[in-house]
């Protein structure tokens, strides 16, 4: 069986990378820093990125399935998010992805 794999999933982050630092105390860019992400309440993960109103009222917690349903498609998750971005359509490739998140938490 397949599991996650968290160095397959830091270079599949490159989709991600666009908008995305993951690096401690790294700058915010088109989106929030990641770094720590794994288990936060949405729309809190940098204190200084302007987050839209219906991502922070959401009020869930970014957990593996939270995330995952999130880079499938993130406006089915929060209509009216400013993450404009198409999805990771391969639930292995997000599997990956999360993994790689959850190792930038630790
Ligand atoms: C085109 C730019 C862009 C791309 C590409 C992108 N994001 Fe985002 N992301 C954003 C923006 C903008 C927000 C803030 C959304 C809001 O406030 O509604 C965000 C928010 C997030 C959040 C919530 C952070 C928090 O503090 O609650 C997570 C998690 C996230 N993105 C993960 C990802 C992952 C993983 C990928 C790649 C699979 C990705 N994003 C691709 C722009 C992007």
Redesign the pocket.
Known sequence: MRVADADAGARK?G??A???RVANGAPDA???N?HG?FG?Q?????RR????A??IGAGGR?DSAM?DA??AD?RKV?P??????VG?PDPLDRAD?IAY?RRQTD
């Open positions: 982050f989709v991600c666009a908008c995305h088109g989106g929030p990641l992400v936060r949405m729309g809190t993960n940098s990125f302007g987050y839209t219906a991502l970014w995330l999130w880079i993130p929060v009216g998010t400013s993450m404009l971005f990771v992805i998140l």
